[in-house]
């Protein structure tokens, strides 16, 4: 019954104006798959379900039907406050993983107090064959790991990374250019020294060159360090 229940409440919600924008923008996803609810709405629902007795039958049932039903489980999951309850459910979850916005959208805070734990699993997503568990370690090592407890280690594990798949390399790009934002002399190396195939290499730059969070000279710099790319990149 709650999975019936919580789609009635979706299409309540629907924004038919709103769903044909993420037609368009998650196009890993078939159309017929939205609804059309914007995220604030989806938050919200997200927090009020996940107080109800019977919500571990909805978490259960994967795959879901519905792209808003997979944002609902990663919201649900985001505010898991139990690490190992939270853990334990990215790990399920994530092999369902079918596009960019449920990826990038489930982002736990309680990892931000594991991070020594959280590790173990960022290595396994990296080395996985499936494009959405590399991009959700790229991310978390992104979120959690370009601060205090950054390893040269870790940008190095980014830059081995080797995939066709456009959402793995957009991942990469964004690691590098938010790295160089927050460790420029540890991350330029990488750049100087071409450790990136030659479109995330380039993507990375661009990136870099349009955010504020590097000097102009700096951008100056990393514009000089782009690569040629042949035509099928």
């Given at each position: 019954m709650i999975i019936n229940d919580i789609r009635d409440?979706?299409?309540?919600?629907?924004d038919e104006k709103y769903r044909e924008i993420e037609i368009k923008t998650t196009p890993s996803v078939d159309a017929d798959r939205?609804?059309?609810?914007?995220?604030?709405q989806l938050r919200s629902l997200a927090k009020e379900l996940s107080?109800?007795?019977?919500?571990?039958?909805f978490l259960?049932?994967?795959?879901?039907?519905?792209?808003?039903?997979?944002?609902l489980h990663a919201f649900m999951i985001s505010c898991e406050k139990d690490y190992e309850s939270c853990i334990d459910k990215v790990r399920t979850f994530l092999p369902y993983v079918d596009n960019w916005?449920?990826?990038?959208?489930?982002?736990?805070?309680?990892?931000?107090?594991?991070?020594?734990?959280?590790?173990?699993?960022?290595?396994?997503?990296?080395?996985s064959d499936k494009t959405y568990m590399i991009r959700f370690g790229i991310k978390m090592l992104m979120d959690h790991f370009l601060d205090d407890d950054f390893k040269r280690e870790y940008p190095k594990a980014?830059?081995?990374i080797r995939?066709?798949?456009?959402?793995?390399?957009m991942m990469q790009a964004w690691y590098f250019a938010t790295a160089l934002a927050k460790q420029y002399d540890e991350i330029l190396p990488f750049i100087e020294d071409k450790k990136l195939d030659p479109w995330t290499h380039n993507k990375a730059i661009q990136k870099s060159v349009e955010s504020?969070?590097?000097?102009?000279?700096?951008?100056?710099?990393?514009?000089?360090?782009?690569?040629?790319?042949?035509?099928?990149e």
């Open positions: 409440r979706l299409f309540e919600l629907t939205f609804i059309g609810v914007r995220t604030p107080k109800h007795d019977d919500i571990d039958y259960e049932q994967l795959p879901h039907k519905y792209f808003e039903e997979n944002q916005a449920t990826c990038d959208q489930m982002n736990p805070k309680v990892f931000a107090k594991h991070k020594k734990e959280l590790m173990d699993s960022i290595k396994n997503w990296l080395s980014v830059a081995e995939s066709e798949e456009y959402y793995v390399k504020f969070r590097i000097t102009d000279e700096q951008k100056q710099y990393l514009k000089k360090l782009k690569v040629k790319q042949n035509i099928k």
